[in-house]
Every structure is written in structure tokens, then in C-alpha cells.
């Protein structure tokens, strides 16, 4: 008998009528012949409630202690969801990630799962009961609760898919699908039918929040075809898998704009071995996640280095840097917090030449001036001034004919 798991989103188990509507998906695959594990996010805007409720009372709040109260949100959509089931005439049963030994790390609010023992949910599974999990949230070698990070239990459901040898697992959430760019912030994008797990891991780190990067990067490597798609209706979304050869036909699958984002830059560094090593070592002591790092040489004996870091990471890169700064004789330290960074996305650009040309002629013709410029092999990225974040993002989707199908758009040379 196949395994699918079904992850249900914040705003798809709201209320009442929410989760008895989902709780009527998970049965219909079961009667359909599945086993099914459903995996459950917060109520609505209850992480968000309860991250405030934290802020007034600390606004520095242990990690330890955020993740306790974090993981309550989780706990109440899942029981909440078994009776539900159980009134539908369902057996069901509902776990913390702790029940289910989901061991991570002890990166407190941004753990990494070891781990998972899949012996507990098959048996459960083997006498005929619907299994719901709450998402987000597991436990580290000394049992404390951990959380995943926000919009973690995509990395829940699709570790757990994994797990379990799933043969798909289905995101259920508020859109029907990935869009070529956020719909909320450029409406006129359309749905894709597939999507490369790389551009898709691209796009999440980027800041297309409809899945979790580390979901993406468990899809790829244990081969969980990954379904997005809404809790509205039945239409098909968008599936996540592997590459397939036509997707190269595809210049540029989709575009993102990042705002949660600052600038460091460390001026007149001297340009010698071990530098670098040494300023993003401190950085790394300091659990600071560093996104795009450049590093230029202006003379023989100076060299600028600036990266970017998500604003939460702002004033714990600050102080790293403040410390660090003296020992490679730094000149002078530039933070810009005022910045947004806009990207295309691609596996096209591997194999086609005028990308970044379109994208920079783009935002020339849209007055937006380009800060930095960061290149992988299937992405562009640049940073901007805030203030014109949305026209970037406008002009450059419009560029690459975002608002068309695939075979719609002029194809590539
Ligand atoms: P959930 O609570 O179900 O996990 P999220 O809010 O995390 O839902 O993700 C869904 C949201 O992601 C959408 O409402 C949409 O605004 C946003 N989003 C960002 N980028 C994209 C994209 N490329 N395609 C679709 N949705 C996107
Ligand atoms: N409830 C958590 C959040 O809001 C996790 C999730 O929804 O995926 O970030
Ligand atoms: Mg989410």
C-alpha cells in the first residue's frame, strides 16, 4: 500500500470548516487506497501571536524557551485535527515531532532534522489510522523541543515523506501552485505545471516563501516528488522533480524580489591569505548565515569584502564584524540596511547567452540603480535600493515575459 503525506498550511486549517475540510482530503486518499500522514502548520496568524507575545514580555527571548512556546501552535492544530477525523468516523492519531523521536540539531528556531523513527507512525499506519504530525518542530539530543524555522513544516512533511518512502507528498496552501513570481507582488504571474528541484531551491532562498528551502533539498536527495497545490479546490498545482530536458528550453523560470535583507561591507581589509577566512570563521562562531559574499581587490595591499545577511542575523553580523575588524586591519565598516534584492531564476542560463544583459537593460530602462551584482550558475541577483524594490521586480518580470506560459514567451536564442 502507498504512502502519501499531506502538509497543510496556517491559512488552509484556520478554523473549524478549514480543518474539516482537510481532514476530508486525507480521507479521501485513504479510501482511495493510501496510507495517509497528514502534517499540520499553526492555526492562521498564531506563530506570528505568539512570537508578539513573547516580544512583550522579552525582546530578546531565549531560543530555548521560544521554541517551548512556538511548538504549542502545532500541537493544537493536530489534536485538533484528530478529533476532527474521529467525528468524521476516522481513526486518527496526532504526534509531536518529540513523540516521533524527530531528532535535529540544537540550532534552537533553526534546527536541522537528524533524523526521524519511522517504526513509530508505520505501526500506526498498519492498524488503519490516519497519522497527523505536527509540522515545524522536533527535538535535540538532550529532548528539548526544537523549531525549524519559520514556514518549516514543508521540511517536516517532506522529511517525513522521505522517511516513510512516500510517493508524493502534497503542500497544501493558499495559492494553487509556484508562480513564476510571488502573485501578491507581481499579479499578472502564471502558474508553472513543473519546476526543477534547483530552480525551486534557487527561488526559495531567494525569498519565494511558498516552500521552505530545506523541503526542496530533502525532495532532491531522497526523490519526493513534491505537489504544491491549493486547499481550495482539486485542480493540479505544481509538481517539484527532478530536471527534465525541455526544462533547459526555458530561459528564465521565475523572479523574486528579497527585502528582510542588509549589507556589510568592510573597506581597505588587508588583501592577504587567511583574511577571509578569518572574518567569516568569526562570522560562523557567531551562527550568523551569510547569503552573497564579494570580495574585490583595490590595490596590492587593500581588498573590500561585503556580504548580506537577513536583517534578524543584522546586529549579531555587526558585532562579529566590530570584533573582528581590528585583526585584519579594516579601514572602515559600511552597513546598508536599506536594500532589496531582486533575481531570475533559470536552468536555461546554463545553456543560453543575453540573461543578464536583458535583465540589466531591464532595470536601466526602469531607472533602478544596481548596488551589487551575484551570479550562480542558474541565477541572477541585484541589489537595489528598497525604495525601487517593486519596479524592479515589475520591470524585470515583465522583461522575461513572467505574465506568459512558457511556450508563449519568445523563445530564447
Ligand atoms: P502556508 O501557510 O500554506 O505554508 P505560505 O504563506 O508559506 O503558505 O506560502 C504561500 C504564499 O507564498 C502565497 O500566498 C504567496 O503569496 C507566496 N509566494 C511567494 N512566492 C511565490 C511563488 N513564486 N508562487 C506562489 N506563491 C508564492
Ligand atoms: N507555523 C510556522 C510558521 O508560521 C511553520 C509553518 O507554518 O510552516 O512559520
Ligand atoms: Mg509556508
Not at 525532495?219 to 533547459?248: A, C, F, W
Not at 543575453?354 to 541565477?379: C, H, P, Q, W, Y
Not at 525601487?388 to 514567451?409: H, I, N, T, Y
Given at each position: 500500500?502507498?504512502?502519501?503525506?499531506?502538509?497543510?498550511?496556517?491559512?488552509?486549517?484556520?478554523?473549524?470548516?478549514?480543518?474539516?475540510?482537510?481532514?476530508?482530503?486525507?480521507?479521501?486518499?485513504?479510501?482511495?487506497?493510501?496510507?495517509?500522514?497528514?502534517?499540520?502548520?499553526?492555526?492562521?496568524?498564531?506563530?506570528?501571536?505568539?512570537?508578539?507575545?513573547?516580544?512583550?514580555?522579552?525582546?530578546?527571548?531565549?531560543?530555548?524557551?521560544?521554541?517551548?512556546?512556538?511548538?504549542?501552535?502545532?500541537?493544537?492544530?493536530?489534536?485538533?485535527?484528530?478529533?476532527?477525523?474521529?467525528?468524521?468516523?476516522?481513526?486518527?492519531?496526532?504526534?509531536?515531532?518529540?513523540?516521533?523521536?524527530?531528532?535535529?540539531?540544537?540550532?534552537?528556531?533553526?534546527?536541522?532534522?537528524?533524523?526521524?523513527?519511522?517504526?513509530?507512525?508505520?505501526?500506526?499506519?498498519?492498524?488503519?489510522?490516519?497519522?497527523?504530525?505536527?509540522?515545524?518542530?522536533?527535538?535535540?539530543?538532550?529532548?528539548?523541543?526544537?523549531?525549524?524555522?519559520?514556514?518549516?513544516?514543508?521540511?517536516?512533511?517532506?522529511?517525513?515523506?522521505?522517511?516513510?518512502?512516500?510517493?508524493?507528498?502534497?503542500?497544501?496552501?493558499?495559492?494553487?501552485?509556484?508562480?513564476?513570481?510571488?502573485?501578491?507582488?507581481?499579479?499578472?504571474?502564471?502558474?508553472?505545471?513543473?519546476?526543477?528541484?534547483?530552480?525551486?531551491?534557487?527561488?526559495?532562498?531567494l525569498?519565494?516563501?511558498?516552500?521552505?528551502?530545506?523541503?526542496?533539498?530533502?525532495?532532491?536527495?531522497?526523490?519526493?516528488?513534491?505537489?504544491?497545490?491549493?486547499?481550495?479546490?482539486?485542480?493540479?498545482?505544481?509538481?517539484?522533480?527532478?530536471?527534465?530536458?525541455?526544462?533547459?528550453?526555458?530561459?528564465?523560470?521565475?523572479?523574486?524580489?528579497q527585502?528582510?535583507l542588509?549589507?556589510?561591507?568592510?573597506?581597505?581589509?588587508?588583501?592577504?591569505?587567511?583574511?577571509?577566512?578569518?572574518?567569516?570563521?568569526?562570522?560562523?562562531?557567531?551562527?550568523?548565515?551569510?547569503?552573497?559574499?564579494?570580495?574585490?581587490?583595490?590595490?596590492?595591499?587593500?581588498?573590500?569584502?561585503?556580504?548580506?545577511?537577513?536583517?534578524?542575523?543584522?546586529?549579531?553580523?555587526?558585532?562579529?564584524?566590530?570584533?573582528?575588524?581590528?585583526?585584519?586591519?579594516?579601514?572602515?565598516?559600511?552597513?546598508?540596511?536599506?536594500i532589496a534584492e531582486v533575481s531570475?531564476?533559470?536552468?536555461?542560463?546554463?545553456?543560453?547567452?543575453?540573461?543578464?544583459?536583458?535583465?540589466?537593460?531591464?532595470?536601466?530602462?526602469?531607472?533602478?540603480?544596481?548596488?551589487?551584482?551575484?551570479?550562480?550558475?542558474?541565477?541572477?541577483s541585484c541589489i537595489?535600493?528598497?525604495?525601487?524594490?517593486?519596479?524592479?521586480?515589475?520591470?524585470?518580470?515583465?522583461?522575461?515575459?513572467?505574465?506568459?506560459?512558457?511556450?508563449?514567451?519568445?523563445?530564447?536564442?
Open positions: 500500500m502507498g504512502v502519501i503525506v499531506q502538509k497543510f498550511g496556517g491559512t488552509s486549517v484556520a478554523n473549524a470548516e478549514k480543518i474539516r475540510r482537510a481532514a476530508a482530503r486525507a480521507i479521501e486518499a485513504f479510501k482511495k487506497g493510501s496510507q495517509v500522514i497528514v502534517v499540520a502548520s499553526a492555526r492562521g496568524k498564531q506563530t506570528d501571536e505568539l512570537i508578539a507575545d513573547a516580544m512583550e514580555l522579552n525582546p530578546n527571548p531565549p531560543r530555548r524557551e521560544m521554541d517551548m512556546l512556538l511548538s504549542t501552535g502545532e500541537q493544537q492544530t493536530v489534536s485538533l485535527m484528530a478529533m476532527a477525523l474521529d467525528a468524521m468516523g476516522h481513526k486518527a492519531i496526532s504526534f509531536t515531532g518529540s513523540q516521533i523521536k524527530m531528532l535535529t540539531d540544537g540550532a534552537h528556531t533553526r534546527a536541522r532534522i537528524i533524523s526521524i523513527d519511522a517504526n513509530i507512525i508505520r505501526r500506526k499506519l498498519d492498524t488503519g489510522h490516519i497519522v497527523i504530525v505536527a509540522g515545524f518542530q522536533g527535538m535535540d539530543e538532550e529532548e528539548d523541543i526544537t523549531t525549524l524555522g519559520r514556514g518549516g513544516s514543508d521540511t517536516s512533511a517532506v522529511a517525513l515523506a522521505a522517511a516513510l518512502k512516500a510517493d508524493v507528498c502534497e503542500i497544501y496552501t493558499d495559492v494553487d501552485g509556484i508562480y513564476t513570481s510571488d502573485p501578491r507582488k507581481y499579479p499578472k504571474a502564471v502558474k508553472m505545471a513543473r519546476i526543477s528541484y534547483d530552480e525551486m531551491l534557487e527561488l526559495a532562498s525569498g519565494a516563501g511558498v516552500m521552505h528551502g530545506r523541503a526542496v533539498e530533502f525532495g532532491k536527495k531522497y526523490d519526493v516528488p513534491i505537489h504544491v497545490r491549493s486547499s481550495m479546490n482539486d485542480e493540479p498545482g505544481t509538481l517539484i522533480t527532478h530536471e527534465v530536458p525541455q526544462m533547459e528550453g526555458i530561459l528564465v523560470s521565475g523572479a523574486t524580489i527585502k528582510d542588509a549589507k556589510l561591507s568592510l573597506l581597505g581589509v588587508d588583501n592577504r591569505p587567511g583574511n577571509a577566512a578569518k572574518i567569516f570563521s568569526h562570522l560562523a562562531r557567531a551562527k550568523v548565515i551569510v547569503n552573497d559574499i564579494i570580495q574585490t581587490e583595490i590595490s596590492t595591499e587593500k581588498a573590500n569584502i561585503s556580504f548580506t545577511v537577513a536583517t534578524g542575523d543584522l546586529s549579531d553580523a555587526k558585532k562579529a564584524i566590530d570584533e573582528i575588524s581590528g585583526e585584519v586591519h579594516c579601514q572602515g565598516i559600511f552597513v546598508r540596511g536599506d531570475v531564476v533559470g536552468v536555461g542560463m546554463r545553456s543560453h547567452y543575453g540573461v543578464a544583459d536583458k535583465m540589466f537593460r531591464a532595470l536601466a530602462e526602469a531607472e533602478v540603480n544596481i548596488d551589487s551584482i551575484t551570479t550562480s550558475e542558474i541565477r541572477i537595489v535600493d528598497l525604495t525601487d524594490a517593486e519596479k524592479a521586480l515589475v520591470a524585470v518580470c515583465d522583461a522575461f515575459e513572467l505574465d506568459k506560459s512558457a511556450e508563449a514567451r519568445t523563445q530564447p536564442k
